[in-house]
């Protein structure tokens, strides 16, 4: 809750009497809070950005001295002042890109602005990476538009080669090789495969699926026949069926659509159990109850009320041939 963020620099090779790294600086950076960092690849020097922040940074043995990038120079379509999400380093352009909440692309040499930026998608850049392959730089970016492109750099302009669709804003991107990985804002990681040889339709592998908003409170076993699975809900609108040994999720559903939720009666907001979310308490689950007899999952939901499902596909789902299906009744 401080406003004062700070960086803090370590020495990985050195520990003190305690056995951790040893601190070599702190220094204060901003009132606002810091979402990249970016070492450059030679000398001691790196970038920070964030809320309406950018910083350079250089170091000695001595000192940690920062220099602000002035932003406010930069328009936006709504008047707003700029804020940035990531930072990655560009050997062909020797210089930092930083993504804006503008969804513009600014290239930053040390507290310098570059030019007038690269607009790259229509709604915020919510990550940004550089990596060089096959010969080519490539610059990889992602959007609360549900989107991640992929640029080919020529130091000047970015070239677009690829665009991909994704469940929910990219929040990491990165490539080696072929192979594309992507984790969204939902608690997902995505690979696509094929993405450098055949970028308009790569394979798409659903490497890993989680809670991703507020708290995970619900968990209940599937106690059937050599069946070892078991589910688990949360505040997040999502009710996820995990397999022990494939160790990964097979079937999903949503605790409360929002159609649903429009139809509800109104009533006096009750008090739930305190919780990150923004969602409905409807939509939050704080508990999940299995029997197995008749294959119903009961959900205890945060505002009081309970709801049964079928739950259909747990067999099929074993043997990986389908996703569960979790529905009302």
Request: hydrophobic share 35%; aromatic share 6%; charged share 25%.
């Amino acid at each position: 809750m401080s406003d004062d963020h700070a960086v803090h620099v370590f020495d990985l090779e050195n520990q003190d009497k305690k056995g951790k790294p040893v601190k070599l600086h702190t220094q204060k950076a901003d009132r606002n809070k810091i979402f990249g960092i970016c070492w450059k690849p030679t000398g001691l020097e790196f970038q920070t950005v964030g809320v309406k922040h950018c910083y350079n940074w250089t170091m000695t043995a001595q000192a940690l001295k920062g220099r602000k990038g002035a932003i406010s120079s930069i328009p936006t379509a709504k008047g707003k002042s700029i804020g940035f999400t990531a930072v990655a380093w560009s050997p062909k352009s020797n210089a930092y890109l930083a993504s804006g909440s503008d969804g513009v692309i600014y290239t930053w040499k040390g507290a310098s602005l570059s030019g007038k930026g690269e607009p790259a998608h229509k709604k915020m850049a919510s990550c940004v990476n550089v990596i060089q392959s096959g010969g080519k730089e490539l610059v990889l970016t992602g959007s609360s538009d549900k989107t991640v492109r992929i640029y080919e750099n020529a130091g000047t302009k970015l070239t677009p080669i690829a665009q991909l669709k994704v469940d929910a804003t990219p929040r990491s991107v990165d490539l080696k090789d072929d192979q594309l990985l992507v984790g969204t804002s939902a608690g997902t990681i995505v690979e696509f495969r094929g993405i450098t040889s055949n970028p308009s339709a790569p394979e798409e592998v659903v490497q890993m699926r989680s809670h991703a908003e507020g708290e995970t409170w619900g968990l209940t076993m599937i106690r059937e026949d050599k069946i070892y699975m078991y589910l688990t809900s949360g505040d997040d609108n999502k009710l996820l069926l995990h397999d022990i040994n494939l160790k990964k999720v097979v079937g999903d559903g949503v605790i409360q659509t929002v159609t649903d939720i429009k139809a509800l009666p109104k009533k006096k907001k009750v008090g739930g159990a305190s919780t990150q979310s923004n969602l409905h308490p409807h939509q939050q689950s704080r508990a999940l109850a299995y029997n197995y007899h008749l294959n119903h999952l009961a959900v205890g939901h945060n505002d009081g009320d309970v709801s049964i499902r079928q739950v259909e596909g747990i067999e099929e789902a074993a043997n990986g041939e389908a996703s569960v299906k979790l529905d009302n009744i």
